[in-house]
T-cell receptor, first 110, second 109 residues
Framework: EAQVTQNPRYLITVTGKKLTVTCSQN?????MSWYRQDPGLGLRQIYY???????DKGDVPEGYKVSRKEKRNFPLILESPSPNQTSLYFC?????????FGQGTRLTVV | QKEVEQNSGPLSVPEGAIASLNCTYS??????FFWYRQYSGKSPELIMS????GDKEDGRFTAQLNKASQYVSLLIRDSQPSDSATYLC?????????FGTGTRLQVFP
């Protein structure tokens, strides 16, 4: 089954404790991206990657890092999480302009 | 001005009615237009795509595009309570896919 898989689905952490949200796709898509979704602000792109070893900033990259060492995986790294990074996060991969989303990760930073 | 604008709603319609959802965009070079449905706490799911002016129908859904007016809409015929969700308009130009904030639709029995 074609899918984008994120883990974990839910995470509560404390300020400053590094964390990684994993994302994996099995569709051989070159383009992958991370979004955060907040009430009233919609989906905002954090980072994207057009291919292996190629990453670029989206609209809200501050406080986040990504890596793309292989085509199927695109982890999101928060080196020092802060409460304003509490949000619902989605990973997506794209075939052309059509995006496929993971199940989402609800992150709470206290 | 936001790049993709939608009325946040909620839009409330009775079961069986036509729900009309609207979206405007600012980038004239946009080429591809999408409607995603998102249930609360779930991931967005693509329901319609449209690339040229006019109407595109798929079951109970019709997408309408007017590039001159920079306007795209989604009609849902015979609305069902299961259609209650947030509908996201997305617009693509070059490599970017930009989402509106979504319109919440409520279909009441």
């Amino acid at each position: 089954e074609a899918q984008v898989t994120q883990n974990p689905r839910y995470l509560i952490t404390v300020t400053g404790k590094k964390l990684t949200v994993t994302c994996s796709q099995n569709m051989n898509h070159e383009y992958m991206s991370w979004y955060r979704q907040d009430p009233g602000l919609g989906l905002r792109q954090i980072y994207y990657s057009m291919n292996v070893e190629v990453t670029d900033k989206g609209d809200v990259p501050e406080g986040y890092k990504v890596s793309r060492k292989e085509k199927r995986n695109f982890p999101l790294i928060l080196e020092s999480p802060s409460p304003n990074q509490t949000s619902l996060y989605f990973c997506a991969s794209r075939q052309g302009v059509r995006a496929f989303f993971g199940q989402g990760t609800r992150l709470t930073v206290v | 001005q936001k790049e993709v604008e939608q009325n946040s709603g909620p839009l409330s319609v009775p079961e069986g009615a036509i729900a009309s959802l609207n979206c405007t965009y600012s980038d004239r070079v946009s080429q591809s237009f999408f409607w995603y449905r998102q249930y609360s706490g779930k991931s967005p799911e693509l329901i319609m795509s449209i690339y040229s002016n006019g109407d595109k129908e798929d079951g109970r859904f019709t997408a309408q595009l007017n590039k001159a007016s920079q306007y795209v809409s989604l009609l849902i015929r015979d609305s069902q309570p299961s259609d209650s969700a947030t509908y996201l308009c997305a617009v693509s130009s070059t490599d970017k896919l930009i989402f509106g904030t979504g319109t919440r639709l409520q279909v009441f029995p």
